[in-house]
């Protein structure tokens, strides 16, 4: 019988978001422990789900829930937030009270103060449970330090929606190989030192996924890819390979220094490249009619602030036909509509509600809408505005309890990426992006980084590492090829002068 501990730290860091992600949003998600954490709501087929199953198979097996915490992606954590949590996890694992330990985690958690907040909890469980295995799943968007193979025992990723499940079987097998005696993990990561915004890299993911390991290793366990999560200042923040073998260290360098090659080389130059002003795009979709407009930088499953106001100002200036914006975050602007009620006219100051840093508020006399509990559409001319009390991924389930018809739209402007791109594409074929400043934009030079030097932000900088690899390689090979030659020159030289070659003690 195995007797496992299972914790989870789900939550994925926007260094340029200033608002600190409080205990209360993480209460109102996923805050839970026990039993309960298995029948928690959570997206299909998620890590607990992959758990639940492997554990079913093996009825000899003894688990006990620790905390489990997750939240949207926002700005760091409050530090009493990871306090509270690494104290719970750290308290319960006593010495002989458990033989291993499984961790879900994002990869790209950050607190206050703390840029590496998943590294440091790998650190502070390790010292905590010593000599016990512990293994875990990350997102594809992990940052991962150089650290992770040290204080792991083995580790997968987490593929796209939906493989949470599989990720975890994945490593809970290796988890069981481990402690059987069967294997010994060992791992290796390799990084490519330059950042891209995930979606850039989701192509050439999909590939490593769906083709096999670069070359046929028998004692391969693991090959796994992330892209980085752009927007979170460390160190080691980008993309990276992260492979484990059964004891085989060099088998781990060779397959992760390819990988890491392969995702170096095929960033994907499509996604990004076609972003405009944000008032030429609202002029653009103007003109063709029934377009959506996206803000992919503050978009609030990359931890946006939802209240960056410069495709609002373009869209109050150049609007002309009916139009709608959202969702804006803005709880300053929500409780002004409560308070003045249905139908009555206020002059107020939209976005910005918590930095300048990405544009002014915009100034303007509206019309009060409709209004829900947490919501309210304000009306200023021909462009219904959408406002929440904090950040919200827009859907069309979400407008239309809103009362926004996005049939009788000629310009739908929405605040987000490929997600609500895709959702929305069946009533908005025609698409394009707005370049507005914001905290995931992907224009990474406009970030005010700490950690990441400049060069790694370089829109280059992918291709500028990959072709330095080549050389380097092709170098070394030259190297190693003249090196043969003078040394069976200097042989033959000396043989031929009489000079003794050898000499035997």
Known sequence: MARLAVARLSFCSNSFNPRRTRLAELLRHEWTEGQPAFAHPRAPRSEIDGLAAFLAARPGWEVTMLRCAAAPAGGPLAAEVLGAWLFEVEQALRPGRFDALYLSLHGACQAEGDPGADTTVLRRLRMAARRLPIVATFGNAANISDEVPLLLDASSMVRGPGDGATAAGRVLTMLEGLLAGRIRPIGAVARVPALAPPAQLQRVMQEVWRDAPPAPHTTLLDASVSSGFAWADTAWTGPAALVWADRDARTAREVATRLALRLARGRDHGVGEDTLPPAEAVARAAARGRTLVLDPADDPDMGGLGDTPELLRAMLATAAEPSAIGVLADPRALGAAHGAG???????????????????????????????????????????????????????????????????????????????????????????????????????????????????????????????QQRAAEAAFRGEHRRAHAQRDGLQRKAASGTQVYAVA
């Not at 919200?392 to 926004?404: K, Y």
């Open 342 to 468: 249905e139908g009555a006219v206020v002059d107020l100051l939209l976005g910005a509600c918590l930095t300048s840093l990405y544009g002014a508020p915009v100034a303007a006399r509206l019309r009060v809408g409709r209004l829900l509990p947490d919501m309210a559409v304000l009306h200023a001319g021909p462009v219904a505005i959408l406002v929440a009390d904090r950040p919200t991924v827009a859907g069309p389930a979400l407008l239309h309890a809103a009362g926004i018809d996005p049939g009788s739209l000629r310009v739908l402007a929405l605040k987000g990426g490929e997600t609500v791109r895709a959702a929305f594409s069946p009533a908005f074929p025609e698409a394009l992006t707005a370049g507005c400043p914001g905290p995931s934009s992907y224009d990474l030079a406009r970030l005010p980084f700490t950690y990441v030097a400049a060069a790694r932000r370089a829109p280059e900088a992918t291709e500028r590492y990959a072709e330095e």
